[in-house]
């Protein structure tokens, strides 16, 4: 589980982090990736519409999406934001999947912005 410090609550933060960030996405998921220069512990948030399915589906998802940033915390560097919009193909996706493409653009993001 996220810890109160590493959870987006604000909608100005998620709303700066879909716009300013450098995104990765796939079939099941989009990753909005926003570096900051703050000292303060990488925050994750989640995005899950609707479509994604059922009340019940989409609280699923959204508690593999937070086990599966638990485990990541410690890559992201500090004063990152990073949100996570899951798309409907995540309904029926198992928690391995979900990982696989949470690590896919993570990777591919923050190596990317490390470079540049």
């Known amino acids: 589980m996220l810890a ?3 959870r987006l609550t604000r909608g100005v933060d998620y709303r700066q982090v879909v716009r300013r960030g450098t995104r990765c996405g796939g079939s099941r998921l989009i990753t909005s990736v926003l570096r900051g220069a703050d000292d303060r512990a990488p925050r ?3 995005i899950i519409s609707r479509q994604v399915g059922t009340a019940v589906v ?6 593999r999406l937070k086990a599966v940033c638990a485990e990541f ?3 992201v560097p500090e ?7 899951a ?10 999947s979900l990982r696989a ?3 896919r653009c ?3 993001v923050l190596v990317g912005s490390a470079r540049t």
């Open 101 to 103: 493409d949470v690590e």
């Open 73 to 75: 915390v410690d890559m």
């Open 4 to 6: 109160r410090p590493n």
């Open 79 to 85: 004063g990152t934001d990073v949100v996570i919009r």
């Open 58 to 63: 989409r609280n699923t998802v959204r508690r």
């Open 44 to 46: 994750f948030g989640f």
């Open 106 to 108: 993570l990777r591919r």
């Open 87 to 96: 798309l409907p193909a995540s309904a029926d996706a198992d928690f391995a």
